[in-house]
């Protein structure tokens, strides 16, 4: 199985500051790794698939990279909905996927 | 755009099962992959399975396998999720989530079913 690493576990960001969240794989998945954001009460939503690609109705804020073990998720420039917690996801080796632990996107 | 709607909140007890449905509203069914994903209060995200109603075939994760049974019934674009020998550990929200042309990602999510499991 394929461990998911994210850091750091909480990040805290005034409004309009940059945001860069990390996950990082136990083994190589390729571009397979989409970025979900979760907001309370909510199910998470897709924002990034194969590692850079935005999904549909994403503002261009938010950009993903990396490949192999190495992933970045970045906002420019966080706006109030922006706080949320997000998580990373492989989907190279199934089963089964696996997800990171998320990371916490906060009020400074 | 289709949505996937799932049954309401339900309570139970240790040793009993749940099933839980999940509706495709419009749109194409049988083609894709339909997966559940569940989370413990507090916690993060652990993939249960996946269906696959057009090649009716199933696949879990190992750590719940014979436990848990994924179905679709195409004549109602509904997905279940079969859960015996319920544990308190099994407490958790449950979504159903499309995958995104069958790559592995999910685009589309189900707004979750609460479980509860306590004596």
């Known amino acids: 199985e394929i461990v998911m690493t994210q850091s750091p576990a909480t990040l805290s960001v005034s409004p309009g500051e940059r945001a860069i969240l990390s996950c990082r794989a136990s083994?190589?998945?390729?571009?397979?790794l989409a970025w979900y954001q979760q907001k309370p009460g909510q199910a998470p939503s897709l924002l990034i698939y194969?590692?850079?690609t935005r999904a549909i109705g994403i503002p261009g804020r938010f950009s993903g990279s990396g490949s192999g073990t190495e992933f970045t998720l970045t906002i420019s420039s966080l706006q109030s909905e922006d706080f949320a917690v997000y998580f990373c996801?492989?989907?190279?080796?199934?089963?089964?996927?696996?997800f990171g632990q998320g990371t916490k996107v906060e009020i400074k | 755009q289709v949505q996937l709607v799932q049954s309401g909140a339900e309570v139970k007890k240790p040793g009993s099962s749940v099933k839980v449905s999940c509706k495709a509203s419009k749109g194409t069914f049988s083609t894709y992959a339909f997966n559940w994903v569940r989370q413990a209060p507090g916690q993060g995200l652990e993939w249960m399975g996946v269906v696959i109603p057009i090649l009716s075939t199933t696949n879990y994760t190992q750590r719940l396998q014979g436990r848990v049974t994924i179905t679709a019934d195409e004549s109602t674009s509904t997905i279940y999720l079969d859960m015996t020998s319920l544990r308190s550990e099994d407490t958790a929200v449950y979504y159903c989530a499309r995958e995104f042309t069958n790559s592995g990602a999910f685009d589309i999510w189900g707004q979750g079913t609460m479980v509860t499991v306590s004596s």
């Open positions: 996801q492989q989907y190279n080796n199934w089963p089964p996927w696996t």
């Open positions: 083994q190589s998945v390729g571009s397979n």
């Open positions: 194969g590692a850079s």
